[in-house]
T-cell receptor, first 114, second 116 residues
Framework: DAMVIQNPRYQVTQFGKPVTLSCSQT?????MYWYQQKSSQAPKLLFH???????NEADTPDNFQSRRPNTSFCFLDIRSPGLGDAAMYLC?????????????FGPGTRLTVL | AQSVAQPEDQVNVAEGNPLTVKCTYS??????LFWYVQYPNRGLQFLLK??????LVKGSYGFEAEFNKSQTSFHLKKPSALVSDSALYFC??????????????FGQGTELSVKP
């Protein structure tokens, strides 16, 4: 089945130690998103890629970076994780930027910062 | 600016009874509305969407939603609740101003609890 895959499902890192979260998709969608979700709150968009075009949200801290080496993969890099970065990180895809297109979410990576 | 509100943090329903999870929206222009469900420690699953057309939208797992333009609402409904429907439900609207990328604006979520 076509899907969005996130690895790892659970990630533990130390305060200040860089961490990378991975997302892959078999849907061949053009758009990939990264969301941060804390404690059953609404997901908060960090940034998205439309093909190779990177679009950052205005309030996303510089500590968060992303890479999309090809259509299938997208990475979230947290350069120096703080305790406040502990959250669920959700990757999502969309066929294109059409307004009626739904987003398909991966299972998420739960990040713990010690 | 586009926004959605889910006025109830929690909804409790007995199994077999109808359920409603409420959502109201505020947009300039035509709304593009979505419902997602999230089970514990899982990603969001798409349930249904309203773009245009019939006000009653049918979606996955027996859910439906009624779009009401005059009341600016998009309530999620199911005729007969199951215990397995217990989850966190999010209403979302597509940000029409930010139309490059299709940013979703989520409500704060409603925890649905269905008891046997």
């Amino acid at each position: 089945d076509a899907m969005v895959i996130q690895n790892p499902r659970y990630q533990v890192t130390q305060f200040g130690k860089p961490v990378t979260l991975s997302c892959s998709q078999t849907l061949n969608h053009n758009v990939m998103y990264w969301y941060q979700q804390k404690s059953s709150q609404a997901p908060k968009l960090l940034f998205h890629y439309y093909d190779k075009d990177f679009n950052n949200e205005a309030d996303t801290p510089d500590n968060f970076q992303s890479r999309r080496p090809n259509t299938s993969f997208c990475f979230l890099d947290i350069r120096s994780p703080g305790l406040g970065d502990a959250a669920m990180y959700l990757c999502a895809t969309s066929r294109d930027r059409g307004r009626g297109n739904e987003q398909f979410f991966g299972p998420g990576t739960r990040l713990t910062v010690l | 600016a586009q926004s959605v509100a889910q006025p109830e943090d929690q909804v409790n329903v007995a199994e077999g009874n109808p359920l409603t999870v409420k959502c109201t929206y505020s947009v300039s222009g035509n709304p593009y509305l979505f419902w997602y469900v999230q089970y514990p420690n899982r990603g969001l699953q798409f349930l249904l969407k309203y773009i245009t057309g019939d006000n009653l939208v049918k979606g996955s797992y027996g859910f439906e939603a009624e779009f009401n333009k005059s009341q600016t609402s998009f309530h999620l409904k199911k005729p007969s609740a199951l215990v397995s429907d217990s989850a966190l439900y999010f209403c979302a609207v597509r940000d029409l101003i930010y139309n490059q990328g299709g940013k979703l604006i989520f409500g704060q979520g409603t925890e649905l609890s269905v008891k046997p």
